[in-house]
């Protein structure tokens, strides 16, 4: 009885994530289809929609979630996103600023 | 090292044009690695241990045969690179306004051999050998957290060591230096193998480590013994992990910047070329996102060695705890905020620079809250002066002063006047050499007892650390000056004449630093030979403060018979003071441990066949060699893995023979550490 | 040493040992490396998009329905996994959970098809790699996730021969759970990539 209810909210769970996941998805390509934004904000939108999308699957799909059991690889997954932040925004600001300079 | 025109699909661009017999010098070289290859061999087979260096070393998955191993090849490949310095040094100060003994081309790939062998062949190795020798031994483990992974890394940077040895032979290297800047890395400037050599063997060293740095931060993470709470861990542990983490966030990013390079000269593809859209400042850009976290990687095993050496022969503990894991977490992460001050003068604002030279100023500050806890722990300390602690208070001094200039060098408008000369040249081995270098000799010197059972002669040590010491003053001290001077780095010619006296002083500090290491071999050869008289079989030879000096010298095959329970901050200290230390438990049991497995040779073999097939184009080779790999990883997972018991009769009979040690052991006082009465038990309280 | 269960273990408790979470977590620090790998392979993206050297742009090049495809198969084959995992967690017959495995891997490949058909498409454009930095990034970057998929597909093949040789050990369980890490995670990257090289390609 348990194991059903147990199975049952994981098959929610997964559900979940891929229908958030197909929404969020087909809002990002109807946006470039159908373009209501100018380029900037489109792209602004697109982002969003991407972060939001990365969290559904971590959250549905990965089980990653603000529980203290699972707080250690929370920790693991921003502390690699600092990372990556301070890597990929630090060489975006050196590469294009030297690009501007060359100009 | 001409340049071929045919290529066969057997053996690619390889031909016997490959031997460098256009230089004495090169072919000297040559020779000294087929014949000491060969010796080698020879020797072991006359000895007829090839069957127990494979069964017992090779395909061993102990971390402390693995930890030996590691360090073996560093101090081989160490020998090399310093002889390559101590060339480079006589040339430089023997061509000035002449061409000197050493051609250009060849000055350049000393110079790029030097700086590769050294970091990733040496530096690493090195410290990633102490520390798999250690942690697991003072976290309470039985080994590594992946035990057969640990066996695969370090055939793999074996094999790229062994590249970089081929490549004496079948040359030439890279002229690119250790960091390959493109474009002169690109085709067009430089189309032989060299930089393929290059990129390959750091690829499989690179592979190593990214593998190494996931096995200690798990082995620190989920195996400490019961009660090791973070907080209790000793400081070399911290550092561990600190160093691990940097391997596993760092080396992506070498992966990329040679990945690329690799497409671009490959493919013909147009990452950094001149042309065709390429960016060759994303190259620098790319290396040094690598580079930076990699000179902490190799800076702070030796902090944690320091921390250790500190504190026993100061018989306290260390001062300020907290302050130095702090320090160390934060040096972890801000060493990925400062990159860029590698390449100040190439092209962006100077605001940007401003940003990263603050932050490369910040850097310092932790670091300086270390050296004053060292200091600290020190006074009102029971201080001794065996070699090790030497070690230390050289590197106390010495780094200090290369820290000043680094604070010099952070300043970018400073920077822009002493880019790219000697000066340069100076600071990062004034951080390298005591950082680093000292440390891990300090580290060899400490842990060699416990690992072999027997203590090194002090005599030859104190000499060896007495030339290494001198000699580094001498050697890079003038390059300071030379560098204000305007002496710019690799230069295989010098054109002002007031350079000589300086280089002259140089070259002899590279002869000091030769005859120091001499020593140490001399010190090893002359400790195997006294060996029985020096011999410490209860394991404890400095009254040491941590758990790996708690089990036997050698230590069992299990480390220990049964997994202590940890209750405060040096372990083994608090034991001995309860008198807990050397009590037997009442009962042992049997323990599994991971047999030996071939994955690791195999994987180094075909390995380095991939590398060298892409190096020469022979790419039926390179194929075997990738397909290879791929095909052995699959077929390993499907045997399974074999483990053997010892059961707890023999475990009881191993333990009883380190207790009869015990039992015959008069305990030595700290001041007779030294004497041959040494068995390895510390008097407590004296 | 800690009882906690971390998130890439979805087992039972009775299915988990000591060496499980040590396995796990050392798989999730491998996909953090490889997560930086990836960003960093974005970063020279971005660095080098505007790099078209007169040859073609990233307008004329990408195709938006392509793109929808691949994402639609490669979630799919996300949930089909997670099928894979549930039946493997709650003891459903091994028909099903090889069935959902073979299911996966149909998907991967039709992926790595569509993937092959667009590369394809764009060669007999001229947009091949040799053309410019942009074009040098983008195949630097989408092929290095093609492999990586490829790579999981070979897995899934090994996987479901394991699972033939030994049945559901505590070994192949452990396996499955880090298959599933890894076909998750390379979903996770198809997301920034169809945001931030298709979509923002085509903006």
């Given at each position: 009885m348990?194991?059903?209810?147990?199975?049952?909210r994981?098959?929610?769970?997964?559900?979940?994530?891929?229908?958030?996941?197909?929404?969020?998805?087909?809002?990002?390509?109807?946006?470039?289809?159908?373009?209501?934004?100018?380029?900037?904000?489109?792209?602004?939108?697109?982002?969003?929609?991407?972060?939001?999308q990365?969290?559904?699957?971590?959250?549905?799909?990965?089980?990653?979630?603000?529980?203290?059991s699972?707080?250690?690889?929370?920790?693991?997954i921003?502390?690699?996103?600092?990372?990556?932040?301070?890597?990929?925004?630090?060489s975006?600001?050196?590469?294009?600023?030297?690009?501007?300079?060359?100009? | 090292m001409?340049?071929?025109a045919?290529?066969?699909?057997?053996?690619?661009?390889?031909s016997?044009?490959a031997?460098?017999?256009?230089?004495?010098?090169?072919m000297g070289?040559?020779?000294?690695?087929?014949?000491g290859?060969?010796?080698?061999?020879?020797?072991?087979?006359?000895?007829?241990?090839?069957?127990y260096?494979?069964?017992?070393w090779?395909?061993s998955?102990?971390?402390?045969r693995i930890g030996?191993?590691?360090?073996?090849?560093?101090?081989v490949?160490l020998?090399?690179?310093?002889?390559?310095?101590?060339v480079?040094?006589?040339?430089q100060?023997?061509?000035?306004?002449?061409?000197?003994?050493?051609?250009?081309e060849?000055?350049?790939?000393?110079?790029?051999?030097?700086?590769?062998?050294?970091?990733f062949?040496?530096?690493?190795?090195?410290l990633?050998?102490?520390i798999?020798?250690?942690?697991?031994?003072?976290?309470?483990?039985?080994?590594?957290?992946?035990?057969?992974?640990?066996?695969?890394?370090?055939?793999?940077?074996?094999?790229?060591?062994?590249?970089?040895?081929?490549?004496l032979?079948?040359?030439?290297?890279?002229?690119?230096?250790?960091s390959?800047?493109?474009?002169?890395?690109?085709?067009s400037?430089s189309?032989?193998?060299g930089?393929?050599?290059?990129?390959?063997?750091?690829?499989?060293?690179?592979?190593g480590?990214?593998?190494t740095?996931?096995?200690?931060?798990?082995?620190?993470?989920?195996?400490?013994?019961p009660?090791?709470?973070?907080?209790?861990?000793p400081?070399?542990?911290?550092t561990?992990?600190?160093?691990?983490?940097?391997?596993?966030?760092?080396?992506?990013?070498?992966?990329?910047?040679?990945?690329l390079?690799a497409?671009?000269?490959?493919?013909g593809?147009?990452?950094?070329?001149?042309?065709?859209?390429?960016?060759?400042m994303?190259?620098?850009?790319?290396?040094?996102l690598?580079?930076?976290?990699?000179?902490?990687?190799?800076?702070?095993?030796?902090?944690?060695?320091?921390s250790?050496?500190?504190?026993?022969?100061?018989a306290?503990?260390?001062?300020?705890?907290t302050?130095?894991?702090v320090a160390?977490?934060?040096i972890?992460?801000?060493?990925?905020?400062?990159?860029?001050?590698?390449?100040f003068?190439?092209?962006?604002?100077?605001h940007?620079?401003a940003?990263?030279?603050?932050?490369?100023?910040?850097?310092?500050?932790?670091?300086?809250?270390?050296?004053?806890?060292?200091?600290?722990?020190?006074?009102?300390?029971?201080v001794?002066?065996?070699?090790?602690?030497l070690?230390?208070?050289?590197?106390?001094?010495?780094?200090?002063?290369?820290?000043l200039?680094?604070?010099?060098?952070a300043?970018?408008?400073?920077?822009?006047?002493?880019?790219?000369?000697?000066?340069?040249?100076?600071?990062f081995?004034n951080?390298?050499?005591?950082?680093?270098?000292?440390?891990?000799?300090?580290?060899?010197?400490?842990?060699?007892?416990?690992a072999?059972?027997f203590?090194?002669?002090?005599r030859?040590?104190?000499?060896?650390?007495g030339?290494?010491?001198?000699?580094f003053?001498?050697?890079?001290?003038?390059?300071?000056?030379?560098?204000?001077?305007?002496?710019?780095?690799?230069?295989?010619?010098?054109?002002?004449?007031?350079?000589?006296?300086?280089?002259?002083?140089?070259?002899?500090g590279?002869?000091?630093?030769?005859?120091?290491?001499a020593?140490?071999?001399?010190?090893?050869?002359?400790?195997?030979?006294?060996r029985?008289?020096?011999?410490?079989?209860?394991g404890?030879?400095?009254?040491?403060?941590?758990?790996?000096w708690?089990?036997?010298?050698?230590p069992?095959?299990?480390?220990?018979?049964?997994?202590?329970?940890?209750d405060?901050?040096?372990?083994?200290?608090?034991m001995k003071?309860?008198?807990?230390?050397?009590?037997p438990?009442?009962?042992y049991?049997?323990?599994?441990?991971?047999?030996s497995?071939?994955?690791?040779?195999?994987?180094?073999?075909l390995?380095?066949?991939a590398?060298?097939?892409?190096?020469?184009?022979?790419?039926?080779?390179?194929g075997?060699?990738?397909?290879?790999?791929?095909?052995?990883?699959i077929?390993?997972?499907?045997?399974?893995?074999?483990?053997?018991?010892?059961?707890?009769?023999?475990?009881?009979?191993?333990?009883?023979r380190?207790?009869?040690?015990?039992?015959e052991?008069?305990p030595a006082s700290?001041?007779a550490?030294?004497?041959?009465?040494?068995?390895?038990?510390a008097?407590?309280?004296? | 040493?800690?009882?906690?269960?971390?998130?890439?273990?979805?087992?039972?408790?009775?299915?988990q040992?000591?060496?499980t979470?040590?396995?796990?977590?050392?798989f999730?620090?491998?996909?953090m490396?490889?997560?930086?790998?990836?960003?960093?392979?974005?970063?020279?993206?971005?660095?080098?998009?505007?790099n078209?050297?007169?040859?073609?742009?990233?307008?004329?090049?990408f195709?938006?329905?392509?793109?929808?495809?691949?994402?639609?198969?490669?979630?799919?084959?996300?949930s089909?996994?997670?099928?894979?995992?549930?039946?493997?967690?709650?003891?459903q017959?091994?028909?099903?959970?090889?069935?959902?495995?073979?299911v996966?891997?149909?998907?991967?490949?039709?992926?790595?098809?569509?993937?092959?058909?667009d590369?394809?498409?764009?060669?007999?454009?001229?947009?091949?790699p040799?053309?410019?930095?942009f074009?040098?990034?983008?195949f630097?970057l989408?092929?290095?996730?093609?492999?990586?998929?490829?790579?999981?597909c070979?897995?899934i093949?090994?996987?479901?021969?394991?699972?033939?040789?030994?049945g559901?050990?505590?070994?192949?369980?452990t396996?499955?759970?880090?298959?599933?890490?890894f076909?998750?995670?390379?979903?996770?990257?198809?997301v920034m990539l169809?945001?931030?090289?298709f979509?923002?390609?085509?903006?």
């Amino acid at each position: 009885m348990e194991d059903r209810q147990a199975f049952g909210r994981e098959l929610r769970r997964y559900v979940i994530g891929l229908v958030l996941a197909l929404v969020l998805s087909g809002a990002a390509f109807a946006l470039v289809a159908w373009a209501p934004l100018p380029p900037d904000g489109l792209l602004g939108a697109i982002a969003g929609l991407a972060l939001l999308q990365v969290m559904a699957h971590f959250r549905f799909f990965l089980h990653i979630d603000l529980k203290q059991s699972h707080r250690d690889d929370l920790q693991l997954i921003l502390f690699t996103g600092l990372i990556i932040g301070l890597m990929v925004a630090g060489s975006l600001w050196i590469i294009f600023n030297q690009n501007q300079r060359m100009m | 090292m001409g340049i071929e025109a045919s290529v066969s699909p057997w053996l690619g661009k390889l031909s016997l044009s490959a031997l460098p017999t256009d230089s004495v010098v090169a072919m000297g070289a040559a020779l000294i690695a087929v014949l000491g290859a060969l010796g080698t061999a020879g020797y072991i087979t006359w000895k007829g241990k090839w069957h127990y260096l494979w069964r017992e070393w090779f395909t061993s998955v102990d971390h402390k045969r693995i930890g030996i191993m590691y360090v073996v090849l560093a101090l081989v490949m160490l020998a090399r690179a310093v002889i390559e310095a101590l060339v480079m040094r006589l040339q430089q100060a023997d061509a000035v306004n002449q061409s000197g003994f050493i051609s250009a081309e060849h000055f350049g790939q000393l110079f790029s051999t030097h700086g590769s062998i050294m970091i990733f062949f040496m530096a690493m190795p090195f410290l990633t050998g102490i520390i798999n020798y250690v942690m697991p031994l003072q976290i309470g483990a039985r080994d590594v957290s992946f035990p057969a992974l640990n066996s695969i890394s370090l055939a793999l940077t074996a094999a790229g060591a062994a590249l970089v040895m081929i490549s004496l032979i079948l040359a030439p290297f890279s002229t690119g230096g250790w960091s390959g800047y493109a474009p002169f890395t690109e085709l067009s400037f430089s189309p032989g193998v060299g930089v393929d050599y290059w990129i390959w063997a750091v690829t499989l060293g690179s592979i190593g480590s990214t593998l190494t740095g996931i096995n200690l931060a798990v082995t620190l993470y989920k195996q400490r013994a019961p009660g090791m709470d973070l907080m209790r861990l000793p400081l070399f542990c911290w550092t561990a992990l600190c160093t691990s983490i940097l391997m596993i966030f760092a080396m992506p990013a070498l992966t990329v910047a040679t990945a690329l390079l690799a497409l671009d000269r490959y493919l013909g593809m147009h990452f950094f070329t001149n042309d065709g859209g390429g960016n060759m400042m994303l190259y620098a850009n790319l290396f040094w996102l690598f580079g930076h976290p990699e000179v902490y990687i190799v800076v702070l095993p030796s902090f944690g060695v320091f921390s250790e050496l500190f504190s026993t022969f100061s018989a306290k503990q260390l001062y300020g705890y907290t302050s130095l894991v702090v320090a160390t977490l934060t040096i972890a992460v801000l060493s990925f905020t400062v990159w860029l001050h590698h390449f100040f003068t190439m092209g962006q604002s100077a605001h940007i620079n401003a940003v990263f030279g603050i932050a490369t100023m910040l850097i310092g500050i932790p670091t300086g809250v270390k050296i004053y806890d060292w200091i600290f722990t020190m006074f009102r300390g029971q201080v001794r002066f065996p070699t090790p602690l030497l070690w230390g208070l050289a590197f106390l001094v010495t780094f200090v002063i290369g820290g000043l200039t680094g604070i010099l060098l952070a300043i970018p408008p400073v920077d822009f006047l002493v880019h790219n000369t000697t000066f340069l040249v100076a600071h990062f081995h004034n951080m390298l050499i005591p950082g680093t270098l000292f440390g891990m000799i300090a580290a060899y010197q400490f842990w060699f007892p416990k690992a072999f059972g027997f203590r090194l002669e002090e005599r030859w040590g104190k000499l060896a650390f007495g030339c290494w010491v001198l000699g580094f003053y001498l050697a890079f001290m003038p390059l300071y000056v030379l560098g204000l001077e305007g002496m710019p780095r690799r230069s295989a010619q010098v054109f002002d004449p007031s350079f000589r006296p300086w280089l002259l002083v140089a070259a002899g500090g590279a002869v000091l630093i030769t005859l120091g290491l001499a020593a140490l071999v001399l010190q090893l050869a002359v400790s195997i030979r006294h060996r029985d008289r020096n011999r410490v079989p209860v394991g404890d030879p400095w009254d040491g403060r941590s758990l790996e000096w708690a089990c036997s010298a050698p230590p069992p095959k299990y480390n220990f018979a049964r997994i202590p329970q940890v209750d405060a901050r040096d372990a083994f200290w608090a034991m001995k003071q309860s008198g807990t230390a050397y009590v037997p438990p009442p009962r042992y049991d049997a323990i599994a441990l991971p047999q030996s497995s071939a994955i690791g040779p195999v994987l180094g073999g075909l390995g380095l066949a991939a590398a060298f097939g892409l190096v020469w184009h022979i790419w039926w080779m390179a194929g075997l060699g990738v397909l290879g790999s791929i095909g052995a990883v699959i077929a390993w997972t499907f045997v399974p893995r074999p483990e053997r018991t010892l059961s707890a009769e023999q475990v009881a009979r191993t333990e009883a023979r380190w207790h009869a040690a015990i039992a015959e052991a008069t305990p030595a006082s700290r001041d007779a550490e030294h004497a041959t009465s040494n068995r390895g038990l510390a008097q407590v309280g004296a | 040493m800690s009882g906690r269960i971390h998130p890439g273990i979805n087992l039972r408790a009775g299915d988990q040992q000591p060496t499980t979470e040590g396995v796990m977590f050392g798989f999730w620090v491998f996909m953090m490396s490889d997560a930086v790998l990836f960003a960093l392979l974005f970063a020279v993206y971005a660095s080098l998009s505007g790099n078209t050297a007169g040859g073609p742009e990233a307008g004329q090049v990408f195709k938006l329905v392509p793109a929808a495809l691949e994402t639609g198969t490669l979630l799919l084959s996300s949930s089909t996994f997670g099928l894979a995992s549930l039946a493997m967690k709650y003891r459903q017959s091994m028909a099903w959970l090889q069935g959902m495995l073979a299911v996966t891997l149909v998907l991967g490949m039709i992926f790595l098809g569509l993937e092959i058909h667009d590369f394809m498409d764009m060669a007999r454009q001229g947009a091949v790699p040799q053309v410019s930095g942009f074009l040098s990034a983008f195949f630097a970057l989408v092929p290095t996730h093609f492999l990586h998929v490829a790579f999981g597909c070979v897995w899934i093949v090994v996987m479901m021969l394991q699972l033939r040789v030994f049945g559901l050990t505590h070994t192949t369980r452990t396996r499955l759970l880090r298959l599933g890490l890894f076909w998750h995670f390379l979903d996770i990257v198809w997301v920034m990539l169809f945001s931030f090289v298709f979509l923002r390609g085509l903006l």
